[in-house]
Nanobody, 125 residues
Framework: QGQLVESGGRLVQPGDSLRLSCTASGRAFTTYAMAWFRQAPGREREFVAAISWSAVSTNIADFVKDRFTISRDNDKNTMWLQMNNLKPEDTATYYC??????????????????WGQGTQVTVSS
């Protein structure tokens, strides 16, 4: 059984930067596309960014494309989400996920096979 664990979420001020990490264990996710989703209270889980298994290709949601980047290092079994110029509307629980059959273009949560427990990001002054 594979496991994904997110870390790095915390309270920050508008305009700050934050890097989230997702560490995989229990199995090799090196052939899985991986992604970040987020969910704010009362809202559906939404796609943020995804990266191919090779780390060559990425897909970033339009609403964060100019501020967020996604990366991964398969040797370290870790994926990151670099978030810059954070805004209050970025406040949410951020989840990492992995899909065996999907690609970096896969944006539906139901297409992902493994999920982490989430890490809370709060942007507030």
């Amino acid at each position: 059984q594979g496991q994904l664990v997110e870390s790095g979420g915390r309270l920050v001020q508008p305009g700050d930067s934050l890097r989230l990490s997702c560490t995989a264990s229990g199995r090799a996710f090196t052939t899985y596309a991986m992604a970040w989703f987020r969910q704010a209270p009362g809202r559906e889980r939404e796609f943020v960014a995804a990266i191919s298994w090779s780390a060559v290709s990425t897909n970033i949601a339009d609403f964060v494309k100019d501020r967020f980047t996604i990366s991964r290092d398969n040797d370290k079994n870790t994926m990151w989400l670099q978030m810059n110029n954070l805004k209050p509307e970025d406040t949410a629980t951020y989840y990492c996920a992995a899909t065996k059959s999907g690609t970096h273009w896969t944006t539906r949560p139901s297409s992902y096979d493994y999920w982490g427990q989430g890490t809370q990001v709060t942007v507030s002054s």
